[in-house]
């Protein structure tokens, strides 16, 4: 069996789109076209890993703006 990740561009979109969702949490969601979602429900595992790479990021982002401002102060 051919191991495969992230090989297709669905794939990638999908993780995208979850990742730009977790990183925009205050940004209103807006109605995605209907191909879109029929994306994102086929790659889900993707969708999801998009999510938890951007809920990383924010929690990268709040520990070193916590450490800088330690640093400075």
């Known amino acids: 069996m051919k191991w495969a990740f992230m090989n297709t561009w669905n794939e990638w979109h999908s993780t995208v789109m ?28 993707y969708y999801t890993f998009g999510l ?7 929690a990268g982002l709040v520990i070193g703006t916590i ?4 640093l400075i102060f």
Do not use: C, Q
């Open 18 to 45: 979850g990742w730009t969702e977790a990183m925009y949490p205050l940004y209103p969601i807006r109605r995605r076209p209907r191909h879109v979602n029929k994306m994102i429900d086929s790659e889900f595992w």
């Open 52 to 58: 938890a790479l951007g809920s990383l990021t924010w």
């Open 67 to 70: 450490v800088i401002i330690g």
